[in-house]
């Protein structure tokens, strides 16, 4: 079946005269990058007064008038499924959820459906323009399958486009609660050391010369039971950063099943909770709106699994 068109059409602002074309188009048109502007431009889809134009470099004057054909995007691959998903805030352009714990983000081998994009698809049926041309939730950041709380998806191509440049610049604010095995002495610090996959076991991650930098900033919020409560603050974001730095000073996350040696002291408890991952949620989540150029900011509390072990743990 072929795909319908939707034809917009863009006046050049005063501002925008003499720039390029496609950062010109870009700019008029908010829901689409400027990567996905320049395709449309160089496959015949941009009329301007003269018939059709086709080089994104041209330069242009403001007043004139441009009709884009923009095909609509492409089915994703994956299924629509409707996975209950706890929105916390949801506009045009991007949604912020709370994934819970046992949710894996993406498809992948061993894990087909049943994940966090599955869900958006359904649960955004309609309002994705495409990202890249394809009606897909633009995943930024990811959350390990076993850890809960917030993450941000883009609706459309310039909304991924502007979150991802965050990302890329450490801008973003993410902070974590953890349940870490002793006390911190000093009760806050810095890790600051590079992570790469294990020379020695290739399903994880470890400290490794030559790594990613990687940055965590933590501090204990309340000490417990042999145990404390910690903050995470991120500077960079790498697979599994928080796991692996609180492992690196000796204090691994309780019930980490990949970082952690489970203390006598502590496997009474977990074992009476039934409490099998680790104990790790994204509590906090900052960033500028990629559209409209506000801060937002978004909290939210630990989930029940973790607020039990705390509870159990309290001095």
């Keep these: 079946m072929d795909r319908g068109v939707a034809i917009v059409e863009a006046v050049i602002a005063d ?15 908010p829901m689409l990058s400027r990567e996905r502007v320049k395709a449309l431009i160089s496959t015949g889809n941009v009329a301007g007064p003269d018939g ?66 599955n869900a958006l698809l359904h649960h955004c049926a309609g309002q994705l323009s495409g990202i890249g041309g394809v009606a897909r939730p633009g995943i930024v950041h990811r959350i390990d399958k076993d850890t809960s709380g917030l993450m941000v998806a883009a609706k459309h191509d310039r909304a991924h486009e502007g979150l991802a440049r965050q990302f890329k610049a450490h801008s973003i604010d993410r902070r974590y609660r953890a349940i870490v095995a002793g006390l911190p002495s ?14 020695s076991n290739r399903k994880k991650i470890a400290i490794v010369n030559g790594g990613k930098r990687a940055v965590t900033h933590y501090k204990m919020v309340k000490p417990l039971r042999e145990s ?4 995470c603050r991120l500077e960079t ?14 204090h691994a996350l309780l019930g980490d099943p990949v970082y952690s040696r489970t203390r006598a002291t502590h ?44 509870d159990k743990l309290l001095v």
């Design 186 to 199: 000093p009760t806050q610090g810095t890790v600051d050391a590079p992570l790469a996959r294990s020379p």
């Design 267 to 310: 496997r009474p408890v977990l074992e009476q909770l039934g409490f099998g991952r680790q104990a790790l949620h994204a509590a906090h989540l900052g960033f500028i709106h990629p559209i409209k150029s506000n801060a937002l900011a978004f909290d939210s509390e630990m989930p029940a699994d973790m607020q039990e072990l705390f």
């Design 15 to 29: 501002a925008a005269n003499g720039w390029r074309l496609d950062r010109a188009l870009a700019d008029a048109l």
């Design 52 to 117: 059709l134009v086709r080089d994104p470099s041209r330069k242009i004057a403001s007043g004139l008038r441009f009709q884009v054909s923009v095909p609509e995007p492409e089915p994703a691959h994956n299924e629509a499924q409707d996975i209950a998903l706890d929105v916390v805030f949801e506009d045009e352009h991007l949604i912020v959820v709370n994934k819970p714990a046992g949710l894996v983000v993406h498809p992948a081998a061993g894990n087909p459906d049943g994940t966090l994009v």
């Design 228 to 231: 404390a409560l910690v903050e």
């Design 237 to 250: 974001g790498r697979t599994h950063q928080v796991r692996v730095h609180m492992a690196s000073i000796g």
